[in-house]
C-alpha cells in the first residue's frame, strides 16, 4: 500500500512570534522553522505502518517555498521514502493545497494519506478534510489510533466528550492528533541516509492547480494584552477576594 | 441573505456552543436558520425553533447522519447550500470535521475558528495558538465558517417562535461506519458551557490527586474539570479534559489554573476567561503573568485549604 504524508514548513514551535510593525503578518524573517509538529506524528505513523510490512512506499509531500526541501529531508531522514515538493512563493491556502495533494495522491496511486489536523501557524484545521472531499474518500480526523486490516482503516477519534471509532473502506485520509504517538528523532545515519533520497520539484501549474487565495488578509494584530494581577498571601485572602473583588463565586 | 447554522446536540439537548453560533451567525445582519441533521431527533426540532432570532429550522432526521458522520453531513449541507450565503457551525470536533469538508465540496476557503465578525465577507481568527489575530476577506461567493464559541454570547435558548421545516437527505455511497465511543461520564458542566473551571497540570502528579483535591472543589463551586495537555498526555485524566489551542477554548467568569506552569498552548485555550487564579509553587511560572489572583503555594496544602474556606 503506498502512503501519502504531507508536511509543512511552518514557525517552530518554540519561537514566540511577533506581529508585523505594518500589521502585514507575523514575523518569519530569521526565525527557526520547523516541520509542523502534528505532521511529524503523521510521518511517524506512515514509518510505523512501513515497519509492520502494512505500507511498502511512504511519498511525503510539501507545498511552498524552496526551503521546504529542508522539512521533507526531515520526513526522509524518520524514514520515508522519498519526497516531492510543489514550489510556489504564493501562501497557498488549505482549499489549494488540498487540489495540489490530489492531484499528487491520484498521480502515485495512494490508497492512504495521512496530514497533521492543523498547522500551528495559521491554525485551520482544514486541509485533510477538504482532500478527502475532493477525492470522495472518508476521513478519519483527529486520529490517536489507526489500524489498518481488511481494506479498512479503524481510526479512534479524538472528540469533545472523549474518544470515537470510526471504520473507513481504503483509500481513506486521516488526520494525526498529539497521542497517536511520539515521532522518534531522526539519526545521524538516516539523515545522512536522507541526503541521498530523491525528491522531484513541481510547480502547481505542473498538476493544473489554481493556488489564488480565496481570503484577503486585511490586517493581522496582536490580540488584547492580558494584565498580570496581584499575588494573595494566603487561601483565605483569594477566597476574600473571589467573593467580594472579582465576585465570581 | 440568510444564513444556515448546523446545530450541535446530543441526547441532553442542544449544546451551548450551538447557540454561540447562532449568535455569530445573527451578526451577519440577514436571516438565521438552524440545521438539526441526525438519527431519531426527537424533541430537538421544537427546541431550536425557541432559539431567539432563528426564523426557520431544518430537519434532516435519517439513519445516516447518526453520530455526526462528516460524509454524509457535508454532502446535505452541498444539498442544502444553494438556498444560503453563509453556512456555519461551532468549531466542535464535529464543526471541525464536517465543515471543512462542506466548504471543499463547495470550492469555497473555509475559515475556521472565527473570533469576530467585522461584516458579511469580512472575519477575524486567531492564529499561530492565538498570539495573533488575523482580520480576512473572503472572496468566495459563499462563506462556510467554524465559530469560535468562547468569543460569542450564545443566543438566548428561548424567545424564538421559528417555522420547522423536513429536508430530503440525498443517498450517499456509505464509506465511513461508526464502531463505538469511549465518552467520559460526569455530573459536572461541560467545559465549553460551564461558569467555572478547576483545571489541574503536571504538578498534580496522578490521577487520583485530580480526583482527591480537584474535584471536591470543584463540586463546591458546580464547576467543570479541566487540564493542561500535560497532565493528558501523562494520563491523569482522559483527553477530553484538554483546554488549550489544540483542546477545548473556554472563556468562563472564573478560571483556577492548578499546578498548571502556563504553556502559550495551554494560555491559548483560556486566556480569555473573565478572572484567572493560578496556584503554583513555582513564583516564576508563566501563569503568573495573566492571572488575576496569583498564591505561590504547594498545592498539596492549598486545595484541602481552599475546599474547606468554601
Redesign the interface.
Known sequence: MKVVIAVKRV?DYNV??R?KSDKSG?ETAGVKMSMNPFDEIAVEEAVRLKEKGIATEIVAVSVGVNQAQETIRTALAMGADRGVLVETDVAV????V?KLLKAIAEKEGAELIVLG??A????????G??????LG??????A?KVEIGGGNA?VT?????????????LP?VVTA???LNEPRYASLPNIMKARKKPIDILKPDDLGVDVT???????????PA?K?????P???T??E??RNE?K?? | MTSLVVLDFDATGIKQPARSAVAAAAKLGGEVHVLVAGANVGDTPAAAAKIAGVSKVLVADDASLTHELAEPTAALLVALAPNYSHILQAATAAGKNTLPRAAALLDVQVISDISGVVDADTFVRPIYAGNALATVKSSDAKKVLTVRAASFDPAAAEGGNAAIETVTVPGTEQKSKYIGSELSKSERPELTAAKIIVSGGRGMQNGENFTKLIEPIADKLGAAVGASRAAVDAGYVPNDYQVGQTGKIVAPQLYIAVGISGAIQHLAGMKDSKVIVAINKDEDAPIFQIADYGLVADLFTALPELEKAL
Do not use: C, H, M, Y
Not at chain 1, 228 to 232: E, L, P, R, S
Open positions: 514557525v514566540k512570534v506581529v507575523v491556502e488549505p482549499l489549494a488540498a489536523k492543523q500551528i501557524d495559521d491554525d485551520f484545521n482544514a486541509t478534510q477538504a482532500l478527502a472531499a475532493l474518500w472518508p476521513q478519519g480526523t483527529f490517536s479503524t477519534r479524538e472528540v469533545d466528550g472523549g474518544l470515537e471509532t470510526v471504520e473507513l473502506k481513506a492528533d498529539l497521542r487565495p480565496r481570503l484577503t488578509v486585511v490586517s493581522v494584530s496582536e490580540p492580558r498580570a494581577g496581584i499575588k494573595v494566603d487561601v483565605a483569594l477566597v477576594k473571589l472579582a465570581v463565586i
